[in-house]
């Protein structure tokens, strides 16, 4: 993950990245089974995505560097317009995969996450939103 871009941009974050990268560390540890979504996302996506799905404050307004903050991932977002197959590229091969030479703080984590853990992070968000938005998502 890159820690760069919450350190600088807002401290707040960089401690809550930290308070959520031990509680995922301490549920890691108390169940080691098969990946579970909902604590990868804390892992992974909490520190720029909020520990619940908030995004960052006035994600619509870019920042000083002219990217956008990180949005939520609750239905007030859209991550929930995208289809299954968008998710999984904007997530493994970053944003830039599907808008060629887009300027982003989204990293992309191929190599840091298999297909199948991002899934289970797509489904542990996806269970989060009301019937309508996951109906809508469904038939993209
Ligand atoms: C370093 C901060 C950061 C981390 C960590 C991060 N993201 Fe993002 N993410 C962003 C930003 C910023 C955007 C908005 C990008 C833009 O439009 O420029 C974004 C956008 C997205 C989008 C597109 C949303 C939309 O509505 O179009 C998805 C999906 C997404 N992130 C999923 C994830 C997942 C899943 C993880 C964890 C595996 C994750 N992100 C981790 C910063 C981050």
New binding site residues.
Partial sequence: ??SR??GVSCPMNLLLALTVTIFAASTALAQPAQPDGEA??LE??A???GANLEGQPNWMERLPSG?????P?DET???W??SDEQ?LR??RDG?AAIAPG?Q????A?RGT?SDQE?VE??DY?KQTWPDREREVQRSR
């Fill in positions: 993950m890159d871009i919450p990868l996302y992974y996506c520190s720029c995505h990217r956008l903050p990180a949005p991932h977002g859209h991550s317009h995208h998710l904007i997530v944003l887009y982003t703080d989204m990293p984590f996450l991002i992070i797509l968000i």
